[in-house]
């Protein structure tokens, strides 16, 4: 045993977070750059150029995708249940959207024509733009609490519909998902072009950022005004096997900021979500894009944990009976299951993080029109 089963808990609650930021610092620009493509490309060469910005390393990134989603499953499996049936609707809307950059990409330049090049722009566009506004939602809608209950055999039974989802403060935080990516992805475009591309994406940084910062600044004004969250009153050992129906939650005005209240020093990510947006439109006005990236990222991953640590030991509230929300005491598999994942995640986070690094590297460089006129046949 690497760990007794408690600090297993705590472990992989932070190595989902971990895989979800990765996810979002490496595939989300992908997806920014995605969505801005149709709008700063004015002609196929210069939208050539964003797309190639992104073209040796889409693929690497989706890497953190899925292995959020494997963690996901074998970590929580009953999260895993509970929200892959519940959110069916959503989640095959999401993977339709991601079937589109693949081709996307592939297809784009096969034939020399305008018309044919244009469509696949907008399928990028659309594979890029839906997915982070679904998990926006999906992240708002766990503040407000999902629709679901266990039977007496442990199955989910979800009672709500994906209409219901969509409701204010959801929105809000699909926007700002939106927002924070598309910030990402104009940094990423200002650090590896040139000309008038870059100028373009500093540009859309600078508005996307506060865009960002706004509806950060929005949503935890909301959350800090009155929101109902939930708080554990009543919880068995935490180092033993729980059944997720035998703590008692109550529910509560302001729930959600406890954690800040108990531990000050975590008030430090709201802070600097709410900041290094700001600094990343400076760093973009002064053309310093590796700094813009850098606290771009920080902008990202603070975003990210804040929603973790408001919400935590919480992983799937229940709106419907607080009492079978799924936390990440009672949630989790086996501790021979989290140990062998653990000795796992030890290898393969590590490899998987080194040769991504190095892909970077070996691809470093900025792109300009002129490169995609003399090596037309070899790039996207």
Not at 207 to 234: D, H, N, P, Q, R
Not at 304 to 319: D, H, N, Q
Not at 321 to 329: D, E, G, Q, V
Request: charged share 10%; proline share 5%.
């Amino acid at each position: 045993m690497i760990a007794d089963y408690e600090t297993l808990k705590l472990i992989w609650w932070g190595l989902v977070g971990v895989l979800l930021i990765g996810f979002a610092l490496t595939d989300g620009f992908d997806m920014g750059v995605g969505v801005l493509l149709p709008f700063l490309g004015r002609n196929d060469e210069q939208r050539r150029v964003i797309i190639n910005t992104v073209g040796p390393h889409w693929e690497g990134n989706q890497v953190w995708f899925v292995t959020a989603g494997g963690a996901l499953f074998a970590a929580w499996p009953l999260v895993y249940a509970s929200a892959f049936s519940g959110m069916y609707a959503a989640l095959i809307i999401t993977l339709m959207a991601l079937f589109l950059r693949p081709v996307g990409f592939d297809y784009r330049s096969k034939q020399d024509s305008a018309r044919w090049r244009k469509n696949w722009d907008w399928a990028l566009f659309v594979g890029s733009i839906v997915p982070p506004l679904i998990f926006g939602v999906a992240f708002g809608n766990l503040f407000l609490g999902l629709p679901f209950t266990f039977d007496e055999l442990m199955r989910p039974r979800y009672e709500g519909n994906l209409w219901g989802l969509l409701t204010l403060f959801p929105l809000l935080a699909g926007l700002l998902s939106l927002s924070m990516l598309v910030m990402h992805g104009g940094v990423w475009l200002g650090l590896k072009t040139d000309g008038v591309v870059r100028d373009r994406a500093n540009g859309a940084t600078v508005k996307a950022a506060v865009v960002t910062a706004l509806l950060f600044g929005v949503c935890g004004v909301w959350v800090a005004s009155g929101m109902e969250g939930l708080l554990i009153v009543a919880l068995p050992d935490t180092n033993a096997a729980i059944d997720p129906l035998g703590k008692t939650v109550q529910v509560q005005a302001g729930a959600w900021l406890a954690n800040y209240q108990h531990w000050p020093v975590l008030t430090l990510f709201p802070l600097l979500g709410l900041v290094m947006p700001f600094v990343t439109a400076f760093l973009s006005l002064q053309r310093q894009e590796g700094w813009a990236f850098l606290t771009s990222s920080m902008a990202v991953a603070s975003i990210i944990a804040t929603a973790g640590v408001s919400l935590f030991p919480f992983v799937m509230p229940s709106s419907l009976a607080p009492n079978h929300s799924l936390t990440l005491w009672d949630a989790t598999s086996s501790a021979l299951t989290l140990n062998v994942m653990l000795m796992v995640a030890c290898v393969f986070v590590p490899l998987v993080l080194g040769y991504t690094l190095w892909s970077y590297y070996k691809m470093w460089g900025r792109l300009d029109e002129e490169q995609i006129r003399t090596h037309g046949h070899s790039l996207y």
